[in-house]
């Protein structure tokens, strides 16, 4: 008997926080359109975020910031057409949850609505409570994203790895206690010590997602185009390239372009 498409058992925020339970641990990446969602979906992922990184890797912005609403949409609707197995979590954009926790909600709701999304990822601790609390009581899926938070890019003034001092760590532990309390099914923490990371994940009961953030968390995230080795310039101490898409690309279009100037593409049994 053939699987259908339904037949699919999907990943959800229950699962995840089963294989914490068990020791499982979590595999998280990004995408940003159909294509390449459908590939890492079948290929086995728990988890596609739709993240804001889209700005950098897919409209090749300097940061996260001009990233639109509309857009982000855009971009988590192309990933949940694709993706057959996986949770989708997609970043709320930069302006779109900061003014209150009622254009949080708002923002939120669209982003479900329009682009048939299964979570949303806020960065930020104690200074989005309320928004959070506001998105949950909609029934919405919370992910929350401490340590560096790129969206606060030109208030850190650097991408250095975050709460290496005893209050910042402090904090930090809180703001994860926090957001736990307020109902988050899940936390990114992005480049801080591995320690720290450690001590967070075995405090908490939600699974703790790490990049940047060493072993002892219970999964690991990593932006695609980063790890399948598009993107080049971007060289951080926690990537790992599983493979070197660049190179090949490049020599691919290389063959092709030289094919086409040698007439030796198409050939006899490539025409109608």
């Known amino acids: 008997m053939s699987v ?7 990943i959800t925020t229950h699962q ?3 294989m914490k339970n068990r020791g499982e641990k979590i595999a998280m990446l990004t995408a940003y359109d159909y294509s390449m969602a459908q590939l890492i979906d079948g290929a086995g992922i728990d988890v596609v975020l739709v993240g804001d990184s889209a700005s950098n890797v897919m409209a090749g912005h300097e940061t996260t910031l001009p990233i639109t609403l509309d857009q982000m949409i855009y971009h988590a609707a192309s990933v949940v057409r694709a993706v057959k197995r996986a949770l989708v979590v997609v970043d709320l954009p930069f302006g779109s949850y ?3 926790s009622g254009e949080a909600l708002r923002s939120s709701i669209r982003i479900m609505k329009e682009a048939g999304a299964h979570a949303v990822k806020l960065e930020g601790g104690h200074e989005i409570k309320e928004s959070v609390q506001r998105i949950l009581s909609a029934g919405i899926p919370v992910m929350g994203h401490l ?3 790129p969206q606060s890019i030109y208030k850190f ?4 790895v975050r709460a290496k001092e005893e209050a910042e760590a402090q904090t930090l532990l809180e703001d994860a206690k926090l957001l736990e309390e307020c109902g988050c099914f899940g936390i990114v923490l992005e480049k801080i010590p591995a ?3 450690g001590k967070v994940s075995s405090s908490l009961h939600i699974p703790i997602i790490g990049i940047g953030a060493g072993p002892d968390v219970d999964g690991q995230v990593l932006v695609m185009q980063d790890m399948l080795g598009i993107t080049q310039e971007f060289k951080p101490r926690f990537l790992r390239r599983y493979a070197d898409l660049s190179s090949i690309v490049t020599g691919a279009v290389g063959k092709y372009v030289s094919d086409v100037k040698s007439k030796s593409f198409p050939n006899a049994d490539e025409k109608y």
């Open 195 to 197: 320690v720290l990371a």
């Open 4 to 10: 259908h498409k339904q037949d699919i058992k999907r």
């Open 157 to 160: 003034g650097t991408y250095s």
């Open 98 to 100: 900061q003014g209150s």
């Open 16 to 18: 995840l926080q089963e």
């Open 147 to 149: 340590g560096l938070t």
